[in-house]
């Protein structure tokens, strides 16, 4: 094994679990209870998963699928839904939060412990937790956690069959995708009012289910070379067209069709209309339309190079 792709292994897996950490003890701090700490029981898979990649897959990751991935968002996703719900429960009083003033207490906490060697973690602890709003600690939480995936997708190894510019392509529909999915749960979430607090698990189910394109290569790494094309033309639609079918499969079914419907949810049921929820409205009404015309076209065509045998 290269020493390159064992430290790329290896650092990236430890970023994941620390970020999956520094959530799991703002869920501990935020409902002051030390039981949560047992959410770092969830880490036990990813952990396992790096020992078992590093000795058989010498670091690499896996072709269509990166279990390195999926396994980082179990261990986060359940600290992310336990502080949406404890903000919207507590949603009154984290309103309150003034994040100058927090700044303010953040300098006076500092300031207090000059004349001191160091500082305690109890100290720090309290440092940490003035200098954001609840909200700002979940919305920072979010894009940390996008980011990450991007990054560690990028710097993990290659999987066998997988080129460099397959995985540049994946890495720019990642951004594409990351972009939109903390739109969503941004604009969305404010949009909630404190008599709906059963659309917050509409909006967290819909969020962790468009999670899962991060884990899934299956709409950019081809299962076939270039070389097949001529032995599989007559063969099913799926195996000629697979990559663009899979990318039609994850935009309308896990990316913008289920976002589509909760923002037609809100708006018709829950009755909240303004500017910004149209416009994303119609701009993921114009993604699945053109991904099914899409498919229209990929099966006008199939038909058509089947008819020419």
Same mark, same amino acid.
């Given at each position: ?11 990236? #897996?430890?970023? $994941?679990?620390?970020? +999956? ?11 002051? @209870? ?37 396994? $980082? /968002? ?15 429960? @507590? ?6 939060? @003034? ?17 001191? =060697?160091?500082?305690?973690? *109890? ?24 980011? /990450? ?7 993990? !190894? ?5 080129? #460099? ?23 969305? *979430? ?14 967290? +189910? ?21 070389? =097949? ?15 663009? /079918? ?11 069709? !289920? ?22 409205? $119609? ?10 015309? #899409? ?7 199939? #038909?058509?190079? *089947?008819?020419?045998?």
């Amino acid at each position: 094994m290269g020493l390159f792709h064992f430290l790329s292994a290896f650092i990236t #897996r430890t970023l $994941f679990i620390l970020v +999956a950490v520094i959530a799991v003890w703002r869920v501990a701090h935020v409902k002051d @209870n030390l039981y949560y700490w047992l959410l770092t029981l969830l880490f036990l898979p990813l952990v396992v998963e790096m020992i078992i990649t590093l000795k058989n897959q010498e670091g690499k990751d896996y072709k269509w699928f990166s279990p390195t991935v999926f396994l $980082f /968002l179990i261990s986060i996703i359940p600290s992310i839904w336990i502080l949406e719900l404890h903000h919207q429960q @507590n949603k009154a009083a984290d309103d309150k939060c @003034n994040y100058t003033v927090s700044l303010d207490s953040l300098g006076k906490i500092i300031n207090s412990n000059k004349t001191k =060697d160091h500082l305690d973690y *109890r100290t720090l602890s309290k440092v940490v937790n003035e200098a954001l709003c609840p909200n700002n600690w979940i919305l920072a939480l979010h894009e940390i956690l996008l980011i /990450l995936l991007i990054i560690g997708k990028w710097f993990l !190894p290659l999987g066998d069959g997988v080129t #460099r510019e397959q995985l540049s392509q994946l890495l720019l529909i990642f951004v594409g995708t990351a972009a939109d999915i903390l739109e969503f749960t941004s604009e969305t *979430r404010d949009d909630i009012k404190d008599n709906t607090p059963q659309l917050v698990y509409i909006i967290l +189910a819909v969020w962790s289910w468009s999670m899962l394109q991060f884990p899934c290569h299956l709409c950019v790494v081809k299962t076939m070379t270039r070389g =097949d094309d001529d032995a599989i033309e007559g063969d099913s639609l799926w195996s000629k067209y697979s990559t663009n /079918l899979w990318s039609i499969v994850e935009t309308v079914f896990i990316h913008d069709g !289920p976002f589509l419907v909760v923002r037609l949810t809100v708006m018709i049921y829950f009755g909240v209309i303004h500017q910004m929820i149209v416009f994303f409205t $119609f701009k993921n009404f114009l993604v699945v339309i053109l991904n099914l015309y #899409r498919l229209g076209v990929i099966c006008v065509d199939f #038909r058509s190079s *089947r008819s020419g045998l």
